[in-house]
């Protein structure tokens, strides 16, 4: 059977790819502003979920190719290797570091320890849940 379609393919692409990019910026900016790595994970989560949700779980996966576990492993290693940095350079555990750096075009910037470790957490939200998302996703059928 043939169903129709169009618009809610349609609206919820464009609904995802907004979300996405929303935990693009939450990420950005959950330093210096409420968001960060877990907020920016859950909407991730939620676009990919949306997507799947209207296309099917197989097509999307055929166009990710993600193994989700390989996330959160990435993500336990960032988050891992930022709080035992300190101990590494001889200081407390969880030591925050940062420096200010000059980039072209850009200007002044500073680079801190803090956003790896959200990215650590961001990676590790996202590939726990979508495993979760999967693994339901799966035994329904």
């Known amino acids: ?12 692409t464009i609904v995802s790819i907004i979300i996405f990019l929303l935990s693009i910026y939450l990420y950005f900016t ?4 409420p968001g960060g790595g877990f907020v920016g994970g859950l909407l991730c989560t939620m676009a990919i979920g949306l997507a799947m949700f209207t296309y099917g779980i197989e097509t999307v996966n055929n166009i990710l190719k993600i193994n989700y576990i390989y996330v959160t492993a990435l993500g336990l290693i960032f988050a891992i290797s930022t709080a035992m940095s300190g101990l590494f350079l001889g200081q ?5 570091h940062f420096t200010h750096a000059h980039i072209f075009l ?3 910037v500073e680079l801190h ?3 790896i470790f959200d990215l650590g957490v961001y990676f590790v ?4 849940l979508m495993t979760v998302i999967l693994s339901f996703g799966k035994d329904a059928k």
């Not at 059977?1 to 919820?12: A, E, G, P, V, Y």
């Not at 959950?30 to 502003?33: E, M, R, S």
């Open 125 to 128: 939200v996202v590939g726990v």
């Open 1 to 12: 059977m043939k169903t129709n379609d169009l618009i809610l393919k349609t609206l919820s």
């Open 92 to 96: 407390n555990f969880f030591k925050h």
């Open 106 to 108: 850009i200007g002044e």
């Open 113 to 115: 320890t803090a956003a």
């Open 30 to 33: 959950g330093h210096f502003y």
